[in-house]
């Protein structure tokens, strides 16, 4: 599914890839109120969020990078994933990573 974005989006700093099985600690369910089924957390000592389903036991059930998509307005998104109100998602530049799915719109 093809997006464009129509409100700009910062993102909050780049993180590592992050892999299944690791540890995750802190996990604050109330942290995030505005994203239902998203938890804040640390992993490997980097406060981050999460979605509720990548995580099982305290540790990771999937390989996971927190990274978000700095984007413009206009900027077209191929879309790979969605995860609770954020997709997953690859820009003209082939750099993938999060963005809400409030700043997009469909377009195809």
Wanted: aromatic share 12%.
């Amino acid at each position: 599914m093809k997006v464009k974005v129509i409100a700009n989006h910062l993102g909050e700093g780049k993180f590592p890839t992050f892999l299944k099985g690791t540890e995750v600690k802190k996990i604050d369910k109330e942290i995030c109120t505005h994203f239902l089924n998203w938890w804040g957390c640390e992993i490997n000592g980097y406060a981050t969020y999460i979605p509720k389903h990548y995580v099982s036991d305290g540790k990771l059930t999937r390989d996971y990078n927190p990274t978000e998509l700095v984007q413009k307005v206009d900027d077209i998104l191929e879309v790979k994933e969605i995860a609770y109100a954020w997709f997953i998602a690859t820009n003209e530049e082939e750099i993938t990573g999060w963005i809400p799915a409030e700043v997009t719109v469909s377009i195809n």
